[in-house]
């Protein structure tokens, strides 16, 4: 598979610049469009031209930083992941891919998992850890 590192370069140069005002919120067990890039090897890549997948919100830092975790909808079992539902459908969530976000990345608000999921995710989260 080709990686487009060069596109992602420019787009992340954009992307760097973008400006979080001080009236943007965004809060745990949300999921997001997220611009995360092309990454090496094994790590979960972005899709098409903002090089975008949805993210769901794990713990959030400030205004600027989170901890993140992308998702995907191809059907995945075992313990590195978990199947949640949300306003656009069915999901599964990559827990071995958690990772700090900068809140510059954010697209698009997708929607809300339910606290029930968010509980599960996080007891997986620990136990992983």
Not at 50 to 73: A, H, Q, S
């Amino acid at each position: 598979m080709h990686k487009d590192f060069d596109n992602w370069n420019k787009e992340k140069k954009q992307t760097d610049k973008r400006e979080v005002g001080y009236n943007f919120f965004y809060y745990p067990r949300e999921i997001w469009w997220c611009a995360i890039g092309v990454n090496v090897g094994v790590e979960t890549d972005g899709k098409h031209e903002n090089f975008e997948r949805p993210v769901l919100v794990i713990k959030k830092f400030n205004k600027d930083m989170f901890w993140g975790i992308p998702l995907t909808t191809n059907e995945k079992v075992g313990e590195f992941y978990q199947k949640i539902t949300h306003d656009q459908g069915v999901s599964w969530v990559a827990l071995s891919q958690i990772k700090t976000f900068s809140t510059k990345r954010l697209l698009r608000k997708i929607g809300r998992i339910s606290e029930q999921e968010f509980k599960v995710i996080h007891k997986k989260l620990k136990d992983l850890l």
